[in-house]
Structures are given as C-alpha cells and as structure tokens.
C-alpha cells in the first residue's frame, strides 16, 4: 500500500494488484486449468516426433477465409462439448495429435467443472471480431454463461458472464493452421 500525498489515500502498486488478481483467481479456485488453456497447446501441423521449427508464414487474403473457417469449426467443437459434457466432441476438433493428447478427459472435466463452479451453464457463443497480426489472425467469440444467485435481498437473479475467447491461426505450407485457444481473463 501506498499512501498518496495528494490525497492522503492509501492505494495499491500496480505490480501489487496484479500479483493480488493472479494469486486470488489461482487460490480462490478460479479455474486452474481455465489459466493453463488461456493459450491451449492444441498444436502446431507437424509430422513426426522431433521438435522442428516452423517457419512462420504470413497468413494472407486469400487464406483469412480458410483461417476463419478453421477457427470456427473449433470453438463449434469446443461450445458444443462444454455444453454436453463429451470429452469426444472436443476430442474431434483438436486439430493435432500432440493437441488431444495434452489436454486429457480429466483436464476438460476440471476446466468444465470449475467454469460452471465460477460462471453458471454456458448459454451462447458469439462471434466478437478478428484482429490481423500479420503473422497469425486472432479470432475473437463471446462465450456467455449463466447462473441462478440466490440471496435473501435479491431472491432468483440471474447472473450472465461474458468471457472471450480467442483462436489464434496461423498458416504454415500455405494453410491454416490453429496454433492457440483460450479463454482470454
């Protein structure tokens, strides 16, 4: 705490707040492995087991399509098995091998747990914006949650969450390719 002059106020650093907010979401039980997949490892297209380094390419007009597409058809996936509980349906839009098997059944179980624990049943997804970083295009959905509160001044409120999400896409041998997803705190 720091005291103002000005004012005579006490205040918190900066560094301060920020180290409070990332050890209060990591103690209070905000979702652990939501901060683990705020970039999910679904993987870069590689073949083989050796570590190869990509050559980032520039993920241009003509692809942006393709790129969206891909990232669509992953938070489909992604939304479709939050709401039902199926390890499989996300299993089936991880577009890499090293993707599935990094984010396990018990580790989707604990990220769909604790979000439903903090933020209610997830409601609707929206598609919120891109951002062209030229070497990747960022994809940007609102993820909507919903939850009954119940107190005794307020009896029956609903409470909806926004969370975005983002899907990273880059492009590698002239095609997309997903190189991140997360929830973006």
Known sequence: MVVRPETGRK???????FDLKIGG?????????????LLLPVGCA??????????????TA???????TEAEKYVEGFAAALKSGDYGVLEAVLPTAEGRRQVSREMFDSLRGELEREYGKLVDVG????LDQTLVR?????????RRVESAERP???????????VRVGSQDGRPVI???????
Do not use: N
């Open 46 to 59: 590689s073949s083989g087991g050796t570590e190869q380094t990509v050559r980032p390419e520039i993920v």
């Open 25 to 37: 979401m990591i103690l209070s039980g905000m979702p652990g492995l939501l901060l683990l997949l």
């Open 179 to 185: 190189t991140g997803a997360g929830f973006r705190i």
């Open 127 to 130: 598609f919120f914006g891109e």
């Open 11 to 17: 205040t918190r650093k900066v560094k301060e707040v």
């Open 138 to 146: 960022d994809y940007y959905w609102a993820f909507t949650f919903e």
């Open 156 to 166: 029956g409120v609903v409470s909806r969450v926004h969370l975005l999400y983002l």
């Open 62 to 68: 003509e692809l942006s399509d393709a790129a969206r």
